[in-house]
């Protein structure tokens, strides 16, 4: 079933730093394909993620686009809300790049118990907590539920009782978000089971 959302800043925010993820180079045509953000707010989402330490880019005309540039440090000035916005923005950022999991479905857990091998799998869930070893279990459902909200597969199963995520395959050619009323729409499916 197709699901439509209004698109939130952060969600804004990570789709654009998903783009950068994946260009070396990446031309002004290449973000508003996916996203249809103006310049300006371009610019001004660039700020955040750098302040938050997740990516800088500068704009060369050379190249016709923004290039990547060493990764920042996090804007450790930042005081209040501000700083509380930029370290929830590099968490989820840093989710989307650093998160494991090699866990499996219960029924591959009990052949492996009767062919005798009993093995510890890594969990989305330990990966987390190993990155973020002082978040709440509240924060990492809230985390992991905005990651699917942008497209990335991560989160319990409960019909296979196991954490799944999905790989990164790249950059996807279409976001499916379009502009509507002034406000960016986001057309998804619905995920089962998490």
Known sequence: MEKVMELSKIERQLLLYEIFLHCEVTEFVEITSRLPISKRMIQRDIVDLREAGLVDVTFSRKERGYIKKDTP????????????YLKYLYRLGTLMTELENEDIAAWEKELDKENGEEKEYFTAKDSYYELFPDSSERTRQRDFKTLRRIGHEVGY??????????????????????????????????????
């Open 73 to 84: 440090p996090f804007h450790e000035q930042a005081v209040g809300r501000r700083r509380q």
């Open 157 to 194: 199963d409960n019909n296979d009782h196991c954490f799944v995520m999905e790989e990164d395959y790249g950059l996807r050619e279409d976001f499916e978000v379009e502009k509507k009323n002034g406000k960016l729409i986001w057309r998804t499916e619905e995920s089962e089971g998490f």
